[in-house]
Nanobody
Framework: QVQLDESGGGLVQAGGSLRLSCEAS????????MGWFRQTPGKEREFVAA????????YYADSVKGRFTISRDNSKNTVYLQMNSLKPEGTAVYYC??????????????WGQGSQVTVSS
């Protein structure tokens, strides 16, 4: 059973920064692509960012491109999401997940517990 443990959410003013972390249990972290999604009440979970197993390839939603950076440290079983220039519409619960590829994130059913990010205007 894989566990994804998130941390780093909180309250920040518009224009500020936060960094989310997601640490995975087990020994297979480096074999999987990782990603971040977010969800607001009444809406479907939406893709934010993804990174392949090696960290070489990254992908972003248009809404966060240029402001968010996804990275990973396979020696620490951890994926990060650095969020800069945050906007009020970035307020959401953020979830990390894994997949056999960046196109198959979340399919295995493993998700973090969610981190609340609130951006005040």
């Amino acid at each position: 059973q894989v566990q994804l443990d998130e941390s780093g959410g909180g309250l920040v003013q518009a224009g500020g920064s936060l960094r989310l972390s997601c640490e995975a249990s087990g020994r297979t972290f480096g074999r999987y692509a990782m990603g971040w999604f977010r969800q607001t009440p009444g809406k479907e979970r939406e893709f934010v960012a993804a990174i392949n197993w090696s960290g070489r390839d990254t992908y972003y939603a248009d809404s966060v491109k240029g402001r968010f950076t996804i990275s990973r440290d396979n020696s620490k079983n951890t994926v990060y999401l650095q969020m800069n220039s945050l906007k009020p519409e970035g307020t959401a619960v953020y979830y990390c997940t894994r997949g056999l590829s960046t196109q198959a994130l979340g399919v295995t059913g493993y998700w973090g517990q969610g981190s609340q990010v609130t951006v005040s205007s």
